[in-house]
């Protein structure tokens, strides 16, 4: 191993600088493998760091060119070495460390594997906020290079599209084994072209993107912004697809037009198809998209835990779904059952404070323009039902978000009984446990309005 070691070095040094090299890999050696860890000794902390933020995935790609799939060592484990030290700083006082340049990645040639297995339609939860994205990616899926050619996808970070464009891609594969797919990432296509420039591999790299692909789905695109000479590239890779009516599908977290710096012509080119942005998804889609999660993770999740999570992390699927095996994870270590009380004090600390800057009041003059009721109103000893219903769901969420005691609810809302307070809360908190429709509805479009 420690010739593989040699050898890797040697590829590298070919194509770092020999300034970057010596700096940052010559001192490096080699400690031996523990199982799918190599161990490399280093002179500082420092060393760990720079390396892994630069180089490291170079090093692992090229040890696992040189040495196959099946040896391959996965992952560093960083050794201290004393004596590295000593001769670092002995070259430190003599010549100073040079600034060291961004590296060159040696790209693989991409393929078909480069699509992620988890994303697929049959694992996507389609609701009112995705429903056109996800449509027109099953289109695409089933008809490439036609009806919605090219399909351009946007919308905020951990909303799916990434899932939807991997998905996009196994079904072209499914139904035609033959296809060739390329997926990548802006970044991505943007390496491998000042890559190729650099190795004047410029013509395999366009062959590779428009000659040798069938489908291209490029994840976000905003990655070009700015960045003229490889937006030129991608705008010709384009034409010669689209003219051989093979598939382009985009993504970004921006409309096209909002892209900044980005070629008007490109721009165009994206409108030119079809246009579906992703949406931060509904309540109820929230829970859903807790509860397959769940299920695929073999998670036990009662139904109130997956409400309260889908009531707290609104904007992001990601984190939604962080959440839920943070808490499972914690479950587990501490052997406790997954329950209301061991979800609430796991938000509590991966949201601090969130409700600190709210108040009651704030939260009556939402819910009443929600409902179309007037402050006073809410704040009244009225019992029309027009009033009550609305103060009821503003009880709840002041007991749920402020955590506000039932007296003093009751104050609030025009000097009630706290036993008062307490149904009214109880009832909500039912119905809502039941899916009322109604109730779900108006407190989810009011906590949205809260931010929260
Ligand atoms: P984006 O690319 O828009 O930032 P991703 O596609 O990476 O977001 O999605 C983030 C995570 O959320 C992924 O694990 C993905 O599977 C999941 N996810 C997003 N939307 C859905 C959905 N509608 N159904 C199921 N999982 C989803
Ligand atoms: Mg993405």
């Not at 040639?109 to 027109?136: C, E, I, M, T, W």
């Not at 992001?316 to 406790?336: C, F, P, Q, S, W």
Request: charged fraction near 25%.
């Amino acid at each position: 191993m420690e010739q593989l070691w040699e050898k890797a070095l040697g590829i590298l040094k070919a194509h770092l600088s020999a300034e970057n090299f010596e700096t940052w890999l010559e001192p490096v050696q080699f400690g031996g493998i523990e199982g799918d860890l190599i161990v490399l000794k280093i002179p500082n902390q420092f060393f760990a760091e720079w390396i892994s933020a630069h180089y490291l995935d170079l090093i692992l790609d090229t040890l696992q060119a040189e040495a196959g799939e099946t040896h391959m060592p996965k992952k560093v484990r960083w050794e201290l070495d004393e004596t590295l030290r000593e001769k670092a700083q002995a070259a430190r006082e003599t010549t100073p460390p040079p600034a060291p340049r961004p590296p060159r990645a040696t790209p693989k040639p991409p393929d078909s594997a480069d699509l992620n297995p988890k994303y697929r339609f049959k694992n996507f939860v389609v609701g009112p906020a995705n429903q056109l994205a996800h449509a027109a990616s099953v289109a695409c899926g089933s008809d490439p290079g036609r009806r919605y050619n090219p399909l351009f996808i946007y919308g905020g970070v951990g909303l799916g599209k990434t899932h939807l464009v991997n998905a996009i891609g196994h079904a072209i594969v499914q139904r035609n084994p033959r296809a060739r797919t390329l997926y990548v990432s802006a970044e991505r296509f943007t390496n491998e072209f000042i890559w190729s420039l650099q190795n004047h591999e410029i013509n395999s790299f366009r062959k590779r993107y428009r000659t040798q692909c069938d489908v291209l789905l490029m994840d976000d695109i905003q990655f070009l912004a700015g960045r003229e000479q490889t937006q030129e590239e991608f705008f010709h890779t384009f034409n010669a697809l689209y003219h051989s009516d093979k598939q382009i599908v985009v993504t970004s977290d921006v409309y096209p037009h909002q892209i900044s710096e980005m070629k008007e012509r490109l721009i165009s080119r994206f409108q030119s198809g079809m246009v579906a942005d992703v949406q931060a998804p509904e309540l109820d889609t929230r829970i859903a998209i807790l509860q397959q999660k769940a299920e695929s993770e073999d998670i036990e999740l009662p139904s109130e835990v997956a409400l309260f999570l889908a009531q707290t992390v609104r904007s992001n699927v990601r984190e939604l779904e962080g959440t839920l095996l943070r808490v499972a994870v914690k479950a587990e270590l501490l052997g406790l059952p997954m329950d209301l009380e061991l979800a609430k004090e796991t938000m509590r600390a991966v949201l601090p404070n969130q409700d600190t800057a709210m108040t009651v009041e704030d939260i009556q003059r939402i819910v009443c323009a929600y409902f179309g009721i007037r402050l006073a109103d809410i704040k009244s000893r009225r019992r029309h039902r027009a009033v009550t219903f609305p103060r009821m769901v503003a009880m709840y969420i002041c007991r749920q978000r402020l955590g506000t005691s039932y007296p003093e609810l009751g104050e609030r809302f025009g000097g009630k009984d706290h036993t008062t307070v307490l149904s009214a809360v109880r009832k909500i908190g039912g119905l809502m446990e039941d899916q009322d429709e109604r109730v779900l509805g108006a407190v989810d479009a009011i906590e949205r309005k809260l931010g929260i």
